[in-house]
């Protein structure tokens, strides 16, 4: 596609429900990045895929949240057990192989947990 | 590990008036440094970006910015802003070593008319 869409883009759960999150990359965009972005922490790195496989997990808080990619494209960030510290913009970006091109974000997904 | 850091949280400024947004980063080795900017209720967007060469790099909508090695810096500046500059800015490096950005804490910048 022309960009990186992001679904749902608000999402109100209930504590100790899992949710899901969807991330479509740009067509062609081989690396794809998980970010989380709270009020007054700026955006804090989750997680990065090349390909299918994440050299890079290392942002991700606890054993809880969990992230896969499949067939190069697509990735969906599943949040366990959510709790309210969990409310967050969850944003993700894809880049080509050329660290030239920088990021492109999606919108984000706004999630609340009440 | 590495950081960036934004010393300015909230700036406030009058159209016209100039600005420089302060950034600094830790890390000793090669670096690429970007700046992206979030308009209220927008995604993101890249503003510009350093990898080498001329270390004063212009972008769009008139900001530039310098990177300075022996400060560890790269500060943002234009010369005069105006109303729509009001935004969330963010600065960011990426280490030789890792594919991944990180972002320092933001910058939010209201220019009153």
């Known amino acids: 596609g022309a960009g990186v869409s992001q679904s749902p883009s608000n999402k109100v759960t209930e504590k100790g429900k899992d949710v899901e999150l969807r991330c479509d990359p740009i067509s062609g965009h081989t690396a794809l990045y998980w970010y989380r972005q709270s009020l007054g922490q700026g955006l804090e790195f989750l997680i990065y895929?090349?390909?299918?496989?994440?050299?890079?997990k290392s942002g991700l808080p606890s054993d809880r949240f969990s992230a896969e990619r499949t067939g190069g494209s697509v990735s969906t960030l599943t949040i366990q057990r959510t709790q309210q510290e969990d409310s967050a913009v969850y944003l993700c970006?894809?880049?080509?192989?050329?660290?030239?091109?920088?990021?492109?974000f999606g919108s984000g997904t706004r999630l609340t947990v009440v | 590990a590495q950081s960036v850091s934004q010393h300015n949280h909230h700036v406030i400024l009058s159209e016209a008036a100039s600005l420089e947004l302060g950034c600094n980063y830790s890390y000793g080795g090669t670096v690429n440094l970007f700046w992206y900017v979030q308009y209220p209720g927008q995604h993101l967007q890249l503003l510009l970006k350093?990898?080498?060469?001329?270390?004063l790099v212009k972008g769009i909508k008139g900001f530039e910015a310098e990177f300075i090695k022996s400060k560890f810096s790269f500060n943002l500046r234009k010369p005069s802003v105006q109303w729509s500059d009001t935004a969330e800015y963010f600065c960011a490096v990426r280490s030789g070593a890792t594919n991944k950005l990180i972002f320092g804490t933001g910058t939010l910048l209201a220019v009153q008319p």
């Open positions: 970006a894809s880049s080509s192989d050329s660290s030239h091109y920088g990021y492109t």
């Open positions: 895929f090349q390909g299918n496989s994440a050299p890079d």
């Open positions: 350093y990898f080498s060469g001329d270390p």
